[in-house]
């Protein structure tokens, strides 16, 4: 894995922003387990593939959330002390990881 530039966010999420990822997430754990079930049941493929393809897209729908917040504040901060460069490389090799 490469070495990223931060090991914490320049500017700390705010109470209400980790609440609102966590609660997404926690209905994607909940939507998991009911594919679990689901597959136990024996349920129709196809059914389950819809399952799936629900998750896959609550979960882009997170990483997009986290990467607006990204720009927003800890790219954009580290323009703002000459790190730009630097920082952009990052998130553009964490970019090509989620696009695949």
Known sequence: ?????HDHPSTPRTQAEKEKVVNR?????????GIQKMVEEDRYCVDI????SAIQSALKNVGFVITER???HCVSDAIKQ???????EE??????????
């Open 82 to 88: 000459g790190e730009g460069k630097e920082t952009i």
């Open 25 to 33: 997430l926690k209905r994607i754990e909940g939507q998991v387990r």
């Open 49 to 52: 593939l819809v399952q799936i």
């Open 91 to 100: 998130l553009m090799s964490v970019m090509k990881q989620f696009s695949k």
């Open 1 to 5: 894995m490469d070495k990223f530039l």
């Open 70 to 72: 990204h720009i927003k």
